[in-house]
Structures are given as structure tokens and as C-alpha cells.
């Protein structure tokens, strides 16, 4: 059995689990979880704040049912707005609302210094190295997909 490889596995796992339910208890008190407010998040930060549907689902990993559960979510919540693109009435355009960027930046701000605590273990220089690192096991994983 490959042992230390097996134990690096088990423990990015864990640490990914724990980050993801500490999040997600964060995001509970405003109904959402981390795959909604994730999807909110690329839209916020998009060039022009759009995206397309099968765009979202690629980024966000998820299906495109899920996707429509989301996107209803976030326009029922006014967070964003559907429209039929104008290079092509068949693809449907969301784009975050001036109300979804205000949730955003409101939401934001008070993880922060939760987040940096999270990480204040690691030096300045331990936590470059872990970035490196993590981003070189991604590529590895999937040449595809540059984080």
C-alpha cells in the first residue's frame, strides 16, 4: 500500500471538508450554500459580470440540472437576471444584479479575517510553497485545467 500517498490523499480531504462546512455554515444563515454563492462568485467576478449556463456548470463542476436549480435561486432572490443573448436568442445570458454585487460585497468583507486565521499557521513563505505545490498536484491531476 502506498502509504504516504494514501495519507496526503486522506488529509486533503479532510482539510478540504472541514474548510467547505465551516464555509457553508457561513453561508447558511442567508439560505445558500457553497455551490450557489460559488456560482454567484464567478459571475461577480467576471469581466462584465455574465456568463452563460453551460459556462457556469463547466466552472463550477456542476450538472446542468443543478445549474437551473441554482440560477433559479439566485433570480428568485434577485441576485441575478436572465436575458436571451443578442448574438443568439437560443443562448440565455445571467448576469449579477446590482443587488447580487451588494450581497457579495457585504458577505465577504467579515470572512476575511477568519480565512487569513485559517492560514496563520504557515509563514509568508510556507504558504507560497503550499500554493506551488497545490497548483502543481492540480495540473497533474487534470493538464486540462489551469487554476
Known sequence: MPKCEVLLIRLLLLTAETLRRDFEAKLKPFDMN??????????YSSAEGS?????????????????????????????????????DRRQVELKITAEGS???????????PELIEKFACFST?????????????????DPAESP
Open 102 to 112: 451588494h450581497f457579495v460585497r457585504q458577505l465577504l468583507p467579515p470572512m476575511f
Open 125 to 141: 513563505t510556507e504558504r507560497k510553497t503550499l500554493e506551488r505545490l497545490l497548483k502543481k498536484f492540480a495540473l497533474h491531476l
Open 34 to 43: 457553497d455551490s450557489d454563492f460559488r456560482t454567484l462568485m464567478m459571475l
Open 51 to 87: 456568463s452563460t449556463p453551460s459556462e457556469l456548470c463547466a466552472l463550477a463542476e456542476q450538472k446542468p440540472t443543478n445549474m437551473t436549480r441554482i440560477t433559479n435561486l439566485l433570480a428568485k432572490r434577485g441576485f441575478i437576471t436572465r436575458t436571451h443573448a443578442v448574438h
